[in-house]
Structures are given as structure tokens and as C-alpha cells.
């Protein structure tokens, strides 16, 4: 399978598996919807960053408005999180996974794909450090 018959495949499984699906060219996006209504959650974005590799991204703060290097304390123990990114006033949780492996069944459980492990794992991550590091539980 080529690299944009992979990428049309991911669209195809997020869509299929998620809801709040925007699709742009070269994007996912996905509106989470938190179990508590306390929680005005932000979208996720899985986007390709070039041909082979894809990204998750996750705000969950306003850059001026947190203890930086307390969240970079954090951060390590949030389990499989691959780091954290600024993008212009936002602070972000970011993952990256080639995109082959996005689209392999993870053996652990019964129908899942690989890339669903780091996607809740960018979503939760955002919502604990949210609510423990930015103060509140919408980040806006």
C-alpha cells in the first residue's frame, strides 16, 4: 500500500471508529467529547507531518498562562506521551507514529488499530494536565 493509500485508510478507520470527524487534506480532526460536562474539551488533530510519519496534537493550556517548567516535570509521567510543543499561544501534547504502523491491528484488544492506544493516550493526558497544571478545566 502506498503512502496516500495509507493516509485515505486512516481517515477511513478514524472516521468509521470516531465521531466529530473534520477531514482536511492533509488533517483529522476530532471533537472529544469528555464524559463530565465540566470539561469545554478541544479537538485533537492527527495530521501528517511528511510522507511516512503522523502526529497527534492536543492543546491544553495557554503558554502565558502556566508553570512551564513544572508541566515539563509532569509530562514524563504521563506514559506514552512523546512531547510537548508550543504553537502560538497554545501548549500541546504531540505524539508521532509512522503512518504503517497507525493502521495495524493491536493484538491486545479485540478490533482496535495501533493508532488508538496513543490517541486516548494525547487525550487523557491533555485533560490531567489541564486540570492539574493549567488550573481549570477549559483551557481558553
Request: aromatic residues 8%; without cysteine; glycine residues 8%.
Amino acid at each position: 500500500m502506498g503512502q496516500s493509500e495509507d493516509w485515505d485508510t486512516l481517515i477511513e478507520l478514524v472516521s468509521r471508529n470516531s465521531y466529530g470527524v473534520r477531514v482536511e487534506p492533509d488533517s483529522i480532526s476530532l471533537t472529544i467529547e469528555d464524559a463530565e460536562e465540566d470539561w469545554a474539551a478541544t479537538d485533537v488533530v492527527i495530521k501528517r507531518a511528511n510522507e511516512e510519519w503522523i502526529q497527534f496534537d492536543r492543546p491544553f493550556a495557554r503558554a502565558d498562562q502556566v508553570d512551564l517548567p513544572a508541566i515539563l516535570t509532569k509530562v514524563g509521567s504521563t506514559g506514552i506521551i512523546g512531547g510537548l510543543v508550543v504553537v502560538g499561544e497554545d501548549i500541546m501534547i504531540r505524539h508521532a507514529l509512522r503512518l504503517t504502523e497507525t493502521l495495524e491491528p493491536d493484538d491486545r484488544y479485540e478490533d482496535t488499530w495501533m493508532y488508538e492506544a496513543p490517541l486516548s493516550g494525547i487525550i487523557d493526558a491533555a485533560r490531567l494536565l489541564g486540570r492539574q497544571l493549567a488550573g481549570h478545566d477549559d483551557y481558553d
